[in-house]
């Protein structure tokens, strides 16, 4: 996901990019850290703590950039 978001800061546009689909994968991730809270695991909890942060940027810049009438 770091290389879409690097892209879509640089070229400002994300109507390629499915809000839908970004929305499912951060409520997985959020799933995953609840269970490495449960389990009380490390590794777990801050790889999937570090996707969440990287989906909710994508999620900001979907918002930001996406579906914007050029030239209208």
């Known amino acids: 996901m770091m290389p879409q978001v690097i892209k879509t800061i640089k ?6 990019v499915s809000a839908l689909m970004l929305i499912i994968l951060i409520g997985g991730v959020i799933l995953w850290i609840i269970y490495g809270l449960l389990k009380k695991d490390i590794p777990i909890i801050s790889t999937n703590s570090f996707s ?3 989906n909710l940027a994508m999620l900001f810049l979907r ?4 579906d914007k009438k050029q030239g209208r």
């Open 63 to 66: 918002w930001k950039y996406g």
């Open 52 to 54: 969440l942060l990287v």
């Open 11 to 16: 070229t400002k546009k994300a109507e390629h």
